[in-house]
């Protein structure tokens, strides 16, 4: 099989040898690909500065069988994301974006608006910004995976929750809100105000920078990064980065 074309974010870098690195790299046209790159950590290298993690790249991969790593036999760097360089909460947020991609995505599974969102919300992160851009970007991760949360009704039973009295509750386990009726049903709930749902209603319908920056809170913070934890199976090592907690 010859060498394929791809555009590669790069999510992950170990050293391999004294001149070699092992990739993971989530592309648009394959998802996650994990493969070598020899001579990767050459100083006199063709990869050039290819392989920096949050780099964008256009590389050669020849993909290989029998749970081998890939060869990448051509790269090329593409884009660095310039504020990640000036402003660290962006670059905290920019690592957390790598880890849901390189621990939460599977082998050869494409998820191009997937890639296409973390492109986007790299280019635009900024300390104005970055949490209600992080918590567009988690929903879009979950909802690509299959897990978006359930909004408009009881996950449990259905129940409408414009027709549901206060209080509200949210399960990840149960998959999204939880009416008073379900409690039971949801070990692992937590309250949930009016306010938090509509903000996670609206973050997940549109994702508007403009109309999520004034209503992004600690609630619904909190309430996305469980959520995540759950999908996850523990809690992501650069989320505390993120929240600042």
């Known amino acids: 099989m ?3 074309p ?3 974010l790069v999510v992950r870098g170990t050293d391999w040898s004294e001149t070699s690195r092992i990739l993971t790299l989530f592309t648009r046209e394959f998802g996650k ?3 070598l790159a020899k001579g990767g950590r050459r100083i006199r290298s063709n990869f ?4 920096d993690l949050l780099s964008v790249c256009r590389v050669m991969i020849w993909r ?11 790269a090329r760097l593409e884009e660095q994301f310039a504020a990640l360089r000036t402003d660290l909460h962006a670059l905290h947020a920019g690592y957390y974006i790598a880890e849901l991609l390189a621990d939460g995505t599977q082998d050869y599974d494409p998820h191009p608006i997937l890639f296409d969102h973390a492109m986007a919300t790299l280019r635009r992160l900024s300390g104005r910004n970055v949490l209600p851009a992080i918590s567009v970007f988690e929903l879009v ?3 690509e995976l299959g897990y978006s949360p359930r909004l408009d009704a009881c996950a449990a039973c259905g129940t409408d929750l414009a027709a549901v009295a206060e209080p509200l509750h949210y399960s990840a386990a149960a998959g999204g809100t939880i009416c008073p009726a379900c409690l039971a049903t ?3 709930r937590r309250r949930l105000s009016r306010e938090a749902l509509t903000t996670l209603w609206r973050l997940a319908q549109d994702g508007s920078e403009e109309q999520t920056v004034p209503i992004v809170n600690s609630e619904v913070r909190s309430l996305l990064g469980y959520t995540v934890s759950h999908v996850l199976g523990r809690r992501p090592r650069t989320l505390s980065y993120v929240d600042g907690r």
Do not use: N
């Open 2 to 4: 010859p060498a394929e």
């Open 6 to 8: 791809a555009v590669a």
């Open 33 to 35: 690909v994990r493969a």
């Open 48 to 51: 050039e500065m290819a392989f």
């Open 64 to 74: 290989k069988s029998h749970g081998s790593l890939d060869l990448i036999t051509e």
């Open 141 to 143: 991760w979950l909802r």
């Open 186 to 188: 949801a070990p692992d």
